[in-house]
T-cell receptor, first 114, second 114 residues
Framework: TQLLEQSPQFLSIQEGENLTVYCNSSSVFSSLQWYRQEPGEGPVLLVTVVTGGEVKKLKRLTFQFGDARKDSSLHITAAQPGDTGLYLC??????????????FGRGTQLTVWP | DSGVTQTPKHLITATGQRVTLRCSPRSGDLSVYWYQQSLDQGLQFLIQYYNGEERAKGNILERFSAQQFPDLHSELNLSSLELGDSALYFCASAEGGSSNEKLFFGSGTQLSVL
């Protein structure tokens, strides 16, 4: 059983379209991170969200942390081929949590066609 | 370039064998994490070391072991290899030991067990 469920697993869209990917869990996290991974490389951190309800923007990417700190979403506006990659969410437990370390979802593979 | 160096990049071996994967963290980072990435399981946390001491354990098999040396580089030893151990193995480093920290990933070692 995955601690973090990401959906959709695969997403294939045309350049210029908008999209949203989701990261859900039944566990509460002290923070949640989003990474992007390209073939042959390790994941690269995009953003960390810490406060319930927090919204962070990174150019055309908008990240939101759920009010209860159990879920998150990533919205991309006007997707470009350069956005292609595997998007991973990762949750961190807080003090006293049995989670301890950073745990990853399986990711959403995004392909943006020109 | 994340500053984290992993060697070798590719490793092909046979069942029953033993291999050692090496990781040099970013300069100044005290924590080293090991992750295993496979198509069916996603990115799974194996183990974390902080300043030479084991800090947290995840889904690491008894056939696997790791250590962090005084110069802070780390090695992951995989023994009695099975076909199912074929995967990408990532090392990540972080400045401290907090689960909320930004992780810097290496490019991974692709292990193929034949």
């Amino acid at each position: 059983t995955q601690l973090l469920e990401q959906s959709p697993q695969f997403l294939s869209i045309q350049e210029g379209e908008n999209l949203t990917v989701y990261c859900n869990s039944s566990s509460v996290f002290s923070s949640l991170q989003w990474y992007r991974q390209e073939p042959g490389e390790g994941p690269v951190l995009l953003v960390t969200v810490v406060t319930g309800g927090e919204v962070k923007k990174l150019k055309r990417l908008t990240f939101q942390f759920g009010d209860a700190r159990k879920d998150s979403s990533l919205h991309i506006t006007a997707a470009q081929p350069g956005d292609t990659g595997l998007y991973l969410c990762a949750g961190a437990g807080g003090r006293g949590s049995t989670l301890g370390r950073l745990y990853f979802g399986r990711g959403t593979q995004l392909t943006v066609w020109p | 370039d994340s500053g984290v160096t992993q060697t070798p990049k590719h490793l092909i071996t046979a069942t029953g064998q033993r291999v050692t994967l090496r990781c040099s963290p970013r300069s100044g980072d005290l924590s080293v994490y090991w992750y295993q990435q496979s198509l069916d399981q996603g990115l799974q946390f194996l183990i974390q070391y902080y300043n030479g001491e084991e800090r947290a354990k995840g889904n690491i098999l008894e056939r696997f072991s790791a250590q962090q040396f005084p110069d802070l580089h780390s090695e992951l030893n995989l023994s009695s290899l099975e076909l199912g151990d074929s995967a990408l193995y990532f090392c990540a480093s972080a400045e401290g030991g907090s689960s909320n920290e930004k992780l810097f990933f290496g490019s991974g070692t692709q292990l193929s067990v034949l």
